[in-house]
């Protein structure tokens, strides 16, 4: 018997729709390490930041339809990309993310403060999934990916706004 001889590694043979990892590891983002979700948000508040000026006078309107874009091709996507790996919330699936940071951004000035203070919100509700999010995550497939962090970018929404409504925030 020959040591050194070792068996053959297991060569993947799923399927993989390209459009759905893109869109689901928002173009690799849920790649990066530490912390995957942190990275699609902190992405898309700059993406936001740099492209918001150019919608100048209907910027939540644009946030609004941004939102509702990419909650909508993130569901299929999410789920494709769940089904194909075999896990029911796969941590690189960041999509959820982006739907929610772009929720919390909906009406944010473009200034540092409320940008960040969106941004940590939305991170925070994510994180901790106060009631009654964490049972959103149970909805199948997903829509259940994506249903908890589109409540997290509502809560931080709605913090971030009576922050500015009370003078807190700019």
């Known amino acids: 018997m020959n040591e050194t001889a070792s068996a053959p590694e297991p060569v993947a043979v799923a399927h993989k729709t390209v459009w759905a990892w893109l869109i689901g590891t928002f173009f690799g983002i849920g790649r990066l390490k530490p912390g995957p979700g942190t990275w699609a948000s902190v992405a898309t508040v700059g993406l936001w930041r740099a492209f918001a000026p150019f919608a100048s006078g209907f910027q939540v309107h644009a946030a609004i339809a941004a939102a509702v874009f990419v909650t909508a091709i993130g569901i299929p996507a999410s789920t494709r990309v769940a089904r194909e790996s075999g896990r029911k919330d796969p941590g690189f699936v960041v999509i959820d993310e982006v739907a929610g940071q772009l929720i919390a951004l909906i009406g944010v000035p473009l200034g540092w403060k409320t940008l960040l ?17 964490r049972r959103l995550e149970q909805v199948p497939e997903g829509a259940g990916i994506m249903l908890d962090d589109v409540g997290a970018g509502l809560y931080a929404l709605a913090v971030v706004q009576g922050l500015r409504h009370f003078g807190l925030l700019p």
């Open 117 to 133: 203070a969106s941004l940590i919100l939305f991170r925070v509700f994510d994180i901790v999934k106060p009631p009654p999010l």
